[in-house]
């Protein structure tokens, strides 16, 4: 995109090493030492230089600075016959560009290359990112919690992508483990062969209602063995339906066929389900990993690592790691029967992965409660000696809630994704049929579902991610504010406006007629939307994007309601009224598919 402040910094540079040269000194600066700012009032000018920089080269105040500058520019400006203007106020230089010379550079590289290849920044310049997210158990269904991972992971991909990088994504599944078994006994004991089918129940939702079936079940045991005396702790211990599970899970991994069976129809029914979810709200993934797969396979790197000395075995027979050196507590990696822990899985499946696609930057998007997994795991990896372990990054997110207040899965009270957009989806459905727009949106339910997920998405990736955040679903719908909804609204506003201008005739387009205020922040907000997603992308943070759009669309509204557009009385004026909204439009597809937020021509 073209950078207006660019020609500018060049300028004053220029002049600055013209006045260090004067007062014989050698140092010249470059343009990465010219600030450039925008002024707090646009009645001072349109780019603002600080002077500060300079003082002590120059050994002047930076009010004389300025001076000297205005008087040195305005003379370039004079040589160039240009209509722009530059103005020394305290220690600042104030810049008055050419806003019709500079709107029409700017829009016409918007319209020149409309799949935006010259608005990517390409910071990331080939570089091989691997994303992991989503991370579900198979014995409940997609959860709120999921969502925000999911939108999270699958936006920063996208941003990455369309700053240069090369990007996989991935998703390990957690198929394995008691919690597995919790839900596979609980159907084998009482499902009596019923399916999904025959309940007409969404396949992993089926799968979960078990898990809450043996929770509740569980509960009551525990309850019982404490009211005998027995501790808590203890009676959890001893519940009969822990062992039951815990047999099972020992049945599982010694490969009784009976079990396998049960546990790949249960683990297929949670699968299905899941991914019809993922391919509802667009997320997707280049490759899924399987816990059953991958978890024996950390097992070498810590016999590796106990051979070479980093590791060490403790007198009970497990194998350790200290960590004191790297501010962290001891660390066991390997029980003394030899069976691996969660983070002997995760040393196995880093590996396993970087021979699989040797990626130079790994993301791990979970949750902020596993920051210190995290932190061993990276220290470990760079302990037995993998370069590409200085570039892993954990992408923590902070904890999400509905005003009911907090989920327990195993209680039965989380918000199941689909439920959820599905409650979403009729509220946007009923703000359809209250405003008689039926008719109008041509298919309402479709409308309806694209309206729920860019409530639910925009108001999952707002925050920053290291935030906890609490989801209004009645605020998220709303049509005014900082929502989704109001997005959207903009998008489909622009394109009713220009289904109605194909009637009239092709006017010249002249941009030398956006001359005004409103106008030229319109222009301005396009003109950084690559330093924008530059930003999102160094940061792994959405929400500046999603920031970013709410700008932009606040910003064209008021110039709908300030400038004539289709009704303006002059042609000329009104053709490139509508080129510039056309301008706008182009950014918000492009950067609403960027945060996963559907684009609406009706709304």
Known sequence: MYDYKQPWKEKIAAVINVLLNEAGVSEQINLQQVVAENPPNPQMGDIGFPMFGFSKLLRKGPPQIASIVQD??????????????????????????????????????????????????????????????????????????????????????????????????????????????????????????????????????????????????????????????????????????????????????????????????????????????????????????????????????????????????????????????????????????????????????AVSRHKDWPFEQLIYVVGSEQQYHFKVLFVLLKKLGYPWAENLHHLSYGMVNLPEGKMKSREGTVVDADDLIDSLKEMALTEIQEKGREEAVGEPQAVAENIALGALHYFLLQTSPVKDMLFDPKESLSFTGNTGPYLQYMGARISSMLRKKEQTENEEINFSLLVSDIEWELIKLIAIYPDTLSEAANNLDPSHLIGYLYELSKTFSRFYHECPILNCDDTNLSSVRLKLSYAVMLILKDAFHLVCIPFLDIM
């Open 72 to 349: 040195k520019i305005k003379q370039v400006l004079k040589n160039e016959n240009s209509n722009a203007s530059v103005e020394a106020q305290g220690p600042y230089l104030n810049v008055r560009i050419d806003r019709a010379e500079t709107s029409k550079a700017i829009l016409n590289e918007v319209f020149k290359d409309q799949d935006f290849s010259f608005a990517k920044p390409n910071n990331m310049n080939g570089r091989k990112v691997m994303v992991e997210f989503s991370s579900p158990n198979t014995n409940k269904p997609l959860h709120l919690g999921h969502l925000r991972n999911d939108v999270l992971g699958e936006s920063i991909s996208r941003i990455l992508a369309a700053c240069g990088a090369e990007v996989q994504k991935v998703c390990i599944i957690n198929d394995r483990g008691i919690h597995i078994c919790k839900s596979m006994l609980a159907y084998k004991e009482n499902g009596q062969n019923t399916t999904p089918q025959s309940e007409g129940v969404k396949s992993d939702r089926f799968v979960g209602d078990w898990y809450v079936s043996f929770s509740k079940k569980l509960k009551t045991e525990v309850d019982e063995l404490v009211s005998s005396g027995i501790k808590k702790e203890e009676a959890e211990i001893q519940a009969p339906s822990m062992k039951k599970a815990q047999e099972m899970l020992r049945s599982w991994e010694e490969g009784d066929s009976e079990t396998i069976e049960l546990w790949k129809k249960m683990n297929g029914w949670a699968i299905e389900g899941m991914k019809k979810t993922y391919e509802r709200t667009g997320i997707s993934f280049d490759k899924y990993y399987f816990e059953s797969e991958t978890y024996k396979l950390g097992k070498d790197e810590v016999l590796k690592g106990l051979e070479s000395g980093i590791f060490f075995k403790q007198d009970d027979g497990s194998i350790a790691a200290d960590l004191n050196e790297d501010k962290l507590d001891k660390k066991i990696l390997m029980r003394s029967d030899g069976t691996s822990i969660y983070i002997t899985q995760d040393l196995g499946t």
